[in-house]
């Protein structure tokens, strides 16, 4: 699975929105961009993926380069309950054998500053 | 509400003694996870199984083992051969197709007295 790069920490304040960006540039072409998040001594919780299209749900939209080389997730309206590590995770889809591991780094720690 | 529950929250084992990290999901998910994570790092694969009575080691599946008897089950025994057991457990399931996400439970956190 290809490598991506998050930086460590990131600010925001609260009621702005949350831009974080992550690279991945040794994506391939059957490689999904995952994003999951995790709170203080809590599991990760999954947030949003994508393979080239934007993407949004309830909880998050996610930019994706038209070169696939690099994504970004924003929380529109960043609360308190926000801050968190947030991990970018780039994974093979297997479609005829399903999910394998997920490989996570070391995520960037978004804090919401009141 | 469906999910993944853990448990206990908190395990803490003396030196030498098994102990078995229970795990179950509501989400009729064929495929289940552990994970290990130790303080400031990302997570590491365990053991894995895609269907009942089959499971695959991970990256460090020394020291541990599994067993997958019910679909909604997936219990991880910490042996005494596990040198290094203090970490933060998690358990993840998905569907076991393409493109699914995993989701996880909220941990059992072990330590070693």
């Known amino acids: 699975d290809a490598k991506t790069t998050q930086p460590p920490s990131m600010d925001c304040a609260e009621g702005r929105a949350a831009n974080l960006p992550c690279n991945h540039s040794?994506?391939?072409?059957?490689?999904?961009v995952y994003w999951y998040r995790q709170i203080h001594s809590q599991g990760p919780q999954y947030i949003i993926h994508g393979l080239k299209n934007n993407e949004t749900n309830e909880m998050a939209s996610l930019i994706i380069t038209e070169d696939r080389k690099s994504s970004t997730l924003i929380l529109p309206h960043a609360t308190l309950r926000d801050t968190a590590v947030y991990y970018c995770?780039?994974?093979?889809?297997?479609?005829?054998?399903?999910?394998?591991?997920?490989?996570f780094g070391t995520g960037t720690r978004l804090t919401i500053i009141p | 509400d469906g999910g993944i529950t853990q448990s206990p929250k908190y395990l803490f084992r003396k030196e030498g003694q098994n102990v078995t990290l229970s795990c179950e999901q509501n989400?009729?998910?064929?495929?289940m996870y552990w994970y290990r994570q130790d303080p400031g790092q990302g997570l590491r694969l365990i053991y894995y199984s895609q269907i009942v009575n089959d499971f695959q080691k991970g990256d460090i599946a020394e020291g541990y083992s599994v067993s997958r008897e019910k679909k909604e089950s997936f219990p991880l025994t910490v042996t005494s051969a596990q040198k290094n057991p203090t970490a933060f457990y998690l358990c993840a399931s998905s569907i076991n197709t393409g493109v699914q996400p995993q989701h996880f439970g909220d941990g059992t956190r072990l330590s070693i007295l």
């Open positions: 989400l009729n998910h064929d495929a």
């Open positions: 995770i780039v994974r093979v889809s297997r479609s005829n054998f399903g999910n394998e591991k997920l490989t």
């Open positions: 040794t994506i391939s072409g059957n490689e999904y």
